[in-house]
């Protein structure tokens, strides 16, 4: 199979994390699946860009804006999917067979299952509800990846310049739900700790209700972020 994935990934101020990302992602390129390399920086102020020119990388820059950093990002991909992901999230070994598998044998959409870099029964349960999430409704959010194709990406009109739920503007704008890989996504869980498992849990959900409800995604952001 030749390279048909661009992988894109939106930067921040992400050096402690981005090395790990990008190193879980030398399986896909041993593979032959992976045509490029897109980070999408927002204003980064450490060393995340020469990580990732060091990568290989090719560099978007622009305002800090998920919306509108990924919608910049995959702008400049050249191959005929799209694999999103975020700096803080490692693909688990076994990644590369799966999304090739699926491109192979399907034309929609796909996410990985959720897991985070912690242990106990909090990063377990919660990661089990986004799993869930994601089975009954169709929503998966950024931390657990996207695979998408660039066809069903425009038809859907891309990503929204908007600083939340970006994620799930999209995919709510697809024609058919993603389904979900048999591989994991690893992504960090310093936010769940900092503000504790139930609260945060607790606040993406009214979150996720507010923006479905309708309210509007930059006044969520500056509510997210307090």
């Known amino acids: ?43 980064s102020a450490d060393a995340t860009l020469a990580i990732a020119d060091e990568a290989g990388a090719v560099i978007v820059r622009g305002p800090a804006s998920r919306g509108g950093q990924l919608r910049r990002g995959v702008a400049e991909a050249r191959g005929a999917w799209l694999l999103v992901l975020h700096a803080d999230t490692e693909l688990a070994p076994g990644w590369a067979e799966a999304v090739a598998r699926h491109i192979a044998q399907s034309e929609g959409a796909a996410h990985f299952r959720l897991r985070f870099r912690a242990r106990g029964v909090m990063p377990a349960w919660v990661a089990g509800w986004a799993n869930l999430r994601s089975a009954l409704f169709g929503l998966p959010y950024g931390d657990q ?51 504790g498992w139930l609260r945060r849990g607790a606040r993406n959900l009214w979150t996720l209700a507010r923006y479905m409800g309708g309210a509007d995604p930059a006044r969520l952001a500056e509510s997210y972020r307090r």
């Open 1 to 43: 199979m030749s390279a048909q994935i661009s992988i894109v990934v939106p930067t921040l101020d992400a050096e402690k994390v981005l090395p790990a990302c990008l190193m879980s992602l030398m399986e896909g390129l041993h593979a032959g699946l992976i045509r490029e390399l897109i980070v999408s920086d927002g204003g």
């Open 145 to 195: 990846g996207l695979l998408v194709s660039r066809r069903d990406y425009d038809r859907a009109g891309g990503y929204p310049d908007q600083p939340l739920m970006e994620d799930v503007a999209l995919v709510r704008a697809l024609a058919a739900r993603p389904t979900a890989l048999p591989c994991v996504a690893l992504t960090g869980a310093e936010r769940y700790q900092r503000a």
